[in-house]
């Protein structure tokens, strides 16, 4: 059975550094694999989204890498900003079930 | 930009009563979902269709809940006996194809009480 892990579960960082979210699965068989962001009590807003073939996806300041062999993804998020404040969320999609997320890791941004 | 849209966006209901998730899908998409959030735990899958049908559906689906796409837009979850356990925030999303990017609504928070 799917299992994912993120790491930290809650992060602070001052605005303008650069930061990495870290995403484990137990299974290395993969379809793909999602990042979402979600606002407190809100939605998920799809960030980027890594096929198993690709090894790493970027949209703007955002850079997710994947590495299926060992089971990892990273979100790298460059020249944070207050407005980035939010939880990260991991998802997988392995073919049999659909997807299996993390329990997300919240980030402060502090201006 | 198209976007999966749910209401209502609060429901409160008494345990024991029959509530129904609405959601309409992002228009030409073909795979429609339903996960739940429990307050502080992961988002949880509950079921998934396609083709007018229930593809996979997991243990939390029993025969409590049901789903339907009454028509060529709409897609709702209904919850027949409503638990106090089944408080929670449920997420529609719909996606292209089984393994394209999912797109998800801003959710409904359903309070049981």
């Known amino acids: 059975k799917q299992e994912v892990t993120q790491i930290p579960a809650a992060l602070s960082v001052p605005e303008g550094e650069n930061l990495v979210l870290n995403c484990s699965f137990t299974d290395s068989a993969i379809y793909n694999l999602q990042w979402f962001r979600q606002d407190p009590g809100k939605g998920l807003t799809s960030l980027l989204l890594?096929?198993?073939?690709?090894r790493e996806q970027t949209s703007g300041r955002l850079n997710a890498s994947l590495d299926k062999s060992s089971g990892r993804s990273t979100l790298y998020i460059a020249a944070s900003q207050p407005g980035d404040s939010a939880t990260y969320l991991c998802?997988?999609?392995?073919?049999?079930?659909?997807?299996?997320f993390g329990k997300g890791t919240r980030l402060s941004v502090i201006a | 930009e198209p976007e999966v849209t749910q209401t209502p966006s609060h429901q409160v209901t008494q345990m024991g009563q029959e509530v129904i998730l609405r959601c309409v899908p992002i228009s030409n998409h073909l795979y429609f979902y339903w996960y739940r959030q429990i307050l502080g735990q992961k988002v949880e899958f509950l079921v998934s269709f396609y083709n007018n049908e229930i593809s996979e559906k997991s243990e939390i689906f029993d025969d409590q809940f049901s789903v339907e796409r009454p028509d060529g837009s709409n897609f709702t979850l209904k919850i027949r006996s409503t638990k106090l356990e089944d408080s929670a925030m449920y997420f529609c999303a719909s996606s292209l194809a089984a393994n394209t990017e999912a797109f998800f609504g801003q959710g409904t928070r359903l309070t049981v009480v």
């Open positions: 998802a997988v999609y392995s073919g049999n079930t659909p997807l299996v």
């Open positions: 890594i096929q198993s073939s690709q």
